[in-house]
């Protein structure tokens, strides 16, 4: 757990080899800066209600982080246990941010420190020199995950068409939200609402009339 020493591009070529000899369909566009919703259809105990902001898609396949699966311990806690010994002042989880092992993941509003600018005031990052300053700042948002989801080329293509997924263009607020326990609840209402009514209209909370 934390740092591996795994850049992006390592993690990526990883995907890659999982998935090796897999169909690829014809590319779709590129959903970066959506959020995946886990279907009713969708029964694979890894992504359960789940809610996945994909990082990147493109023609190599697609990577993305479980937003609402927070673990039982906090940033600074795993920074002050040996390899890492890193300054900390984050108290918020740590994340699983999928099934396939990778290196320690960040994604944060900072202007600077960030390797992709997911979506708008969203930046990610893997980089060790990056990511130090991130763990000792001061306001703004930072949050921080081990593992990540990982599609090869045309497997997102397939889920998607097999219904396994709904999509969702994500906010910064909704990328942030500490209230993951209703995350996916109340973007599900947001999806299926919007078919019918203007999504403008419907409140954050699905309760409220």
Same mark, same amino acid.
Request: contains cysteine; glycine residues 10%.
């Given at each position: 757990?934390?740092? +591996?020493?795994?850049?992006? %591009? ?7 080899? +999982?998935?090796?000899? /897999? ?15 886990? *279907? *009713?259809? #969708? #029964? ?9 902001? #994909? ?7 697609? #990577? ?5 699966? &927070? ?10 246990? &040996? &390899?890492?010994?890193?300054?900390? $002042?984050?108290?918020?989880?740590? /994340? ?6 990778? &290196? ?23 980089? +060790? *020199?990056?990511?130090? %300053? ?13 593992? /990540? ?14 219904? *396994?997924?709904?999509?969702? %263009? ?29 999504? $403008? ?9």
């Amino acid at each position: 757990m934390g740092f +591996r020493g795994v850049g992006f %591009p390592e993690a990526r070529a990883r995907v890659r080899s +999982r998935f090796k000899g /897999y169909d690829v369909l014809a590319p779709m566009k590129s959903l970066q800066g959506q959020l995946l919703l886990a *279907s *009713s259809k #969708l #029964l694979d105990p890894n992504f359960v209600r789940s809610v996945i902001l #994909l990082v990147q898609h493109n023609e190599d396949g697609a #990577l993305g982080l479980i937003l609402n699966r &927070p673990l039982e311990t906090t940033i600074k806690q795993v920074c002050d246990q &040996p &390899p890492l010994e890193l300054p900390c $002042s984050l108290e918020s989880p740590l /994340y699983q941010g999928g099934p396939c092992d990778g &290196p320690l993941m960040v994604v944060h509003d900072h202007e600077i420190g960030g390797q992709i600018e997911v979506l708008p005031e969203v930046h990610f990052t893997t980089d +060790r *020199s990056q990511i130090e %300053p991130l763990l000792i700042s001061e306001g703004g948002h930072v949050k921080c995950f081990v593992g /990540y989801a990982g599609w090869q080329a045309g497997q997102l293509e397939t889920e998607m068409e097999t219904g *396994s997924w709904l999509t969702l %263009p994500a906010e910064a607020g909704q990328v942030f939200d500490p209230d993951e326990q209703e995350q996916w609840s109340k973007l599900m209402a947001r999806v299926t609402l919007g078919r019918w009514i203007d999504p $403008s209209q419907i409140p954050d909370d699905p309760n409220v009339n």
